[in-house]
């Protein structure tokens, strides 16, 4: 996905990407308006894990070098692949304001915030794209059989949402007649699948920004860890509740029953090695909890499962891939359990969720085609952001090398245009990206040592309280005052105040 300025013949000839911001006339970057900068492209070249064995057959290899080598670079609050705009959070002229973008939980929304968030959507899935376009041929074949027309498509806003997460997950051509390599993910089951969704979202957040001239808009969330195998979102002012007709179809009466997804053609992508397109085909299928051949993922996760992940202390665990333990990402993706144990049969928090839709949102090469995917990834990113806010790790503690392909720290996520690191997203959202999360989380678990020491104090007090109540029940024999028959065999201890002796009467 780049600009459309940028990938005409000579653009894509001459590898820069510096186009003008449209209200200034050939100011590359608006340099002489002091909002940035064209400059070269850093790609991280550090060594990867050795999922993918091949070198230079992929285009995603070193993103974005094999197609824009200098880039704008924004300074201060400016942004965009011009600079033209502003920063995440930023808002005027200048990008002097800031602009509160508050993510919500939908079940929280008024009727009136549902019907506006899901129009909204349906706007964003019609509405063409002002600046961006898509390739629909890897770079070799990119000038097309003339040599000159370069082979990119207009895309609506949401399908370049799509657009993006297929070409992040799809798979290397090896040229006609072998198999194209699957072992490979850009987004998914490494540490970057955090910080991948989460700059995903941002750029659909900040598209649907732009599209509505509000800069505040935000995306809400779906907590799906409530357990049970109910989809509470799947409604038909919400989501889209089932069809009465066709259990794994959406209701007639949501506007995504008019929904039709891209990047089916996944078999003449693989043998041909071309693209995904923008072309719209099949309704979205979704039967929440109905796969009962996978019993275990008929149930969404339960909230002690997001308590559990948010004690783990370490971000990522070596090999930092979907076979982690002990790895707050690999739990929260759901390859390891919420309490960080690695088994192969485990399907948890992000995965379960995705796998108990039971449709396209369960496949991972057309899941955003369902929009519950917006929803189970700003929650997912919402857990991200707390574990960040509990346990403030350095930047370091994100791995620099060794990871899968794409993952490392340093790695220009792809395929997103201006370049944008791992690093960049491993921040906390209020401070730095200008949104928050408005949620609240289970409470923790005790720790063993809190546990004793409640134990021990619990105990001290209930001593106390016997050692007192003792105490007292002797007392008030020995004092109990006139007033009172004595009991037959009760035995007292009296005082005489006036000659200070002790009788027993
Ligand atoms: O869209 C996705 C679909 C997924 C299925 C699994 C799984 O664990 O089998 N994981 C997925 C992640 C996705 O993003
Ligand atoms: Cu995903």
């Known amino acids: 996905q780049f600009p459309r300025a940028c990938v005409t013949a000579e653009g894509l000839g001459s590898a820069q990407c510096c186009p003008s911001p449209s209200a200034l006339e050939s100011d590359p970057c608006g340099a002489r308006s002091g909002r940035g900068q064209c400059v070269d492209v850093r790609a991280d070249a550090r060594a990867h894990g050795p999922q993918y064995p091949y070198d230079g057959r992929d285009d995603r290899e070193r993103w974005p070098r094999r197609f824009f080598t200098r880039a704008c670079r924004c300074s201060g609050n400016f942004g965009g692949f011009d600079c033209g705009g502003c920063a995440h959070g930023f808002t005027g002229d200048a990008c002097e304001r800031r602009v509160p973008v508050v993510r919500r939980n939908v079940m929280q929304l008024s009727a009136e915030e549902k019907r506006f968030f899901v129009n909204a959507l349906d706007q964003a ?89 509000d800069p505040s808009f935000a995306l809400p969330y779906w907590d799906f860890a409530i357990g049970g195998s109910e989809c509470d979102i799947c409604t038909d002012d919400l989501m889209g509740a089932r069809s009465s007709f066709d259990i794994s179809s959406i209701s007639s009466n949501s506007i995504f029953s008019r929904w039709r997804v891209i990047c089916e053609s996944v078999e003449e992508y693989d043998t041909l090695g071309t693209i995904c397109n923008s072309s719209e085909s099949s309704p979205i299928r979704r039967n929440p909890a109905g796969n009962v051949a996978r019993p275990m993922v008929q149930r969404l996760p339960e909230p002690q499962d997001v308590a559990a992940c948010l004690e783990l202390n370490a971000f990522d665990a070596p ?104 690093a960049e997203m491993f921040v906390t959202a209020a401070e730095n990206l200008g949104y928050s999360y408005e949620a609240e989380w289970p409470a923790r678990p005790l720790t ?58």
Request: glycine fraction near 6%; aromatic fraction near 12%.
């Open 448 to 505: 063993p040592t809190q546990i004793v020491t409640v134990a021990v104090v619990t105990a001290l007090i209930a001593v106390a309280i016997i050692f007192a109540a003792s105490t007292c029940v002797v007392r008030s024999r020995a004092y109990r005052t006139e007033g009172r028959q004595p009991l037959l065999g009760d035995q007292y201890q009296r005082y005489d105040d006036h000659n200070k002796t002790q009788s027993v009467v």
């Open 125 to 213: 899935k019609r509405t063409p794209h002002p600046d961006i376009v898509i390739a629909t041929r890897r770079y070799a074949e990119i000038l097309g059989p003339d040599n000159s027309t370069t082979q990119f498509q207009n895309i609506s806003i949401y399908n370049l949402f799509v657009w993006t997460h297929y070409y992040s997950v799809s798979k290397t051509f090896l040229g006609a007649g072998q198999d194209s390599f699957g072992g490979v993910d850009f987004s998914h089951e490494g540490p970057g699948f955090l910080t991948w969704h989460r700059y995903h979202l941002l750029q659909l957040e900040r598209d649907m920004q732009d599209m509505l001239g």
């Open 319 to 422: 090999p930092f891939y979907s076979t982690s333990s002990d790895s707050f990402r690999n739990s929260i993706e759901g390859y390891s359990a919420p309490q960080g144990n690695y088994d192969p049969a485990v399907r948890s928090l992000h995965n379960l969720a995705h796998l108990f839709l039971n449709g396209t949102g369960g496949q991972t090469h057309l899941s955003p085609n369902d929009p519950i995917f917006v929803l189970l990834h700003t929650f997912t990113d919402a857990v991200f952001d707390e574990w960040l806010r509990r346990h403030a790790p350095d930047a370091s503690v994100y791995p620099l090398e060794n990871t899968p392909i794409g993952h490392n720290r340093e790695f220009n996520m792809v395929p997103f245009w201006p370049p944008v690191t791992n």
